[in-house]
């Protein structure tokens, strides 16, 4: 009899399973294709549009960096990866901006960064800040320093909920004696939910929680 014992508990928590969106799996692209006008890529509710990009030296073109949609700990964004890196005894620079605009309606409250910045045989420095306007705090940044520490992720706190926004990374190698470099960024962002979201995934979590308890008491 316990497999006809699939009362409200168990269908509450499937239907409330159900409702809740899906997100479709979308594949990356690289940076030179979101550079033309009205080009966007999205990542579950968020949609990044208006890219832009400068470089100096030996920083990579957009035609070799690719841009992928991520979901990292529940967090939705952007991973870049690329060669953004200089030779020994130089400087180079790269900025890449882009308009993030959350059409879901739930705002964004924090962004997380994180990378692999790194100086390898010698000195040199390698920095990433990621700026945001209009917001205060405005900016976060991660970095590697030889010799000296290695910071591979950064948080910022928006203070309140933003739905629209501009995002500037800037990129910057300094190789004296070794080769400053970093190959990967991902950037994701918290958002606040929306609150029938949050009723229905308490449902389904109390559904789930009724079922097992019905099964101990059987």
């Known amino acids: 009899m316990r497999s006809k014992k699939l009362t409200w508990p168990i269908m509450l928590g499937v239907c409330a399973w159900l409702v809740l969106p899906a997100v479709p799996a979308r594949a990356g ?5 979101l550079l033309h006008p ?69 705002p964004v409250s924090s962004a997380l960064l994180t990378g692999n910045p790194k100086v390898t045989g010698g000195t040199g420095d390698m920095f990433v800040v990621d700026s945001f306007t209009p917001t205060n705090p405005a900016s976060m940044f991660i970095y590697s320093i030889s010799p000296g520490p290695t910071v591979d992720s950064a948080s910022v706190n928006f203070g309140k909920g933003l739905t629209s926004f501009s995002a500037q990374k800037d990129i910057e190698a300094i190789s004296r004696t070794g080769v400053a470099s970093v190959g990967f960024l991902d950037q994701t962002y918290h958002t606040i939910p929306e609150p029938h979201s949050a009723i229905l995934a308490g449902l389904g979590m109390a559904g789930l929680a009724g079922f097992v308890w019905r099964r101990k008491l059987a």
């Open 29 to 33: 692209v690289l940076l030179s294709t």
């Open 38 to 106: 009205g080009a966007t890529i999205s990542s579950g509710g968020l949609t990044f549009s208006h890219f832009a990009y400068s470089k100096t030296g030996s920083m990579p073109s957009p035609s070799t960096v690719t841009v992928n949609p991520i979901l990292l700990s529940g967090n939705y964004g952007l991973q870049f990866v690329g060669a953004f890196t200089t030779p020994k005894g130089s400087t180079a620079e790269a900025l890449i901006t882009s308009k993030v605009t959350f059409t879901s309606g739930a």
